[in-house]
């Protein structure tokens, strides 16, 4: 599972890692360093398009093209598992059609301890921006306007995230990013070996979605807390 990540590139950043986009390199945009995006929130993804690769702002959390309702009607399908993608019928026409990257600076994973949850962020042990791989979809709402929307594929932990959780985002290399968004890019692609990763924990707030989105101390390392000390054991005099 994945369900919350941060962002915090700029824009040379992302526009090197688009190999490139469609749009000039110049004049540089604004680029929102993000430290808590959750399901339902504005996403960046990268898309093909005959005109070439474009980032497009994106609902995190996929609707089906068919779907009848409004979004509150449908569960935010923020992730599509790689084992099910291409025959679930809420992702197979997306995984065949739509495909697409979003790229993160990190993303968030729970452990739990003596009841508590502990947040841990997980990044590029280089700092380089990773390559979650997406599908996305257009709907229509109610009043006819557009929504486009996407899920990040995951597949089973790595050795070094199965410490964590027993999922993880599934990740592109560069290399294979042509091949991926021009659905030539088989699912074996997506079990490949992920960059050298590195984990902190990172402080409770994390535990509530969007708090901290706009601080980095959101995704700064804190230090553990300390397990309660032992209670004393009692002693009970004899009664005789």
């Known amino acids: 599972m ?14 090197a890692f688009s190999q490139p986009l469609t749009v000039p390199a110049e004049p540089a945009r604004n680029v929102q360093a993000r430290y808590n995006i959750g399901p339902t929130t504005l996403i ?12 497009w702002k994106a609902r995190w959390g996929l609707i089906p093209p068919w779907h009848k309702g409004t979004k509150r009607d449908i ?13 679930n019928g809420l992702f197979k026409r997306a995984y065949v059609k739509n495909r697409c990257i979003i790229p993160a600076s990190g993303f968030y994973e729970w452990t739990e301890e003596d009841g508590s949850k502990i947040p841990h962020f997980i990044s590029a042990k280089d700092e380089a921006i ?7 979809e257009r709907w229509r709402d109610e009043n006819g306007e557009e929504v486009i929307s996407a899920s990040i594929i995951t597949r089973e932990a790595n050795e070094f995230m199965s410490k964590i959780h027993d999922r993880m985002p599934a990740m592109l290399h560069p290399s294979d990013f042509d091949a991926w968004l021009d659905g030539i890019a088989g699912k074996d692609v997506l079990m490949k070996p992920p960059p050298e990763l590195r984990e902190w924990i990172v402080n409770k707030r994390m535990n509530k979605a969007g708090v901290g989105d706009d601080d980095p101390a959101t995704a700064a390392p804190v230090e553990p807390e300390p397990s309660p000390p032992a209670p004393e054991p009692t002693t009970q005099g004899s009664l005789f």
Do not use: M
Request: some cysteine; proline content about 7%.
């Open 2 to 15: 994945c369900g919350r990540y941060s962002v915090n590139y700029t824009w040379p950043q992302i526009y």
């Open 44 to 55: 960046d993804i990268l898309v093909k398009t005959p005109a070439g690769r474009e980032l």
């Open 75 to 87: 569960k935010p399908h923020i992730n599509s598992r790689i084992e099910t993608v291409d025959t």
């Open 130 to 136: 990773l390559a979650f791989a997406g599908i996305w």
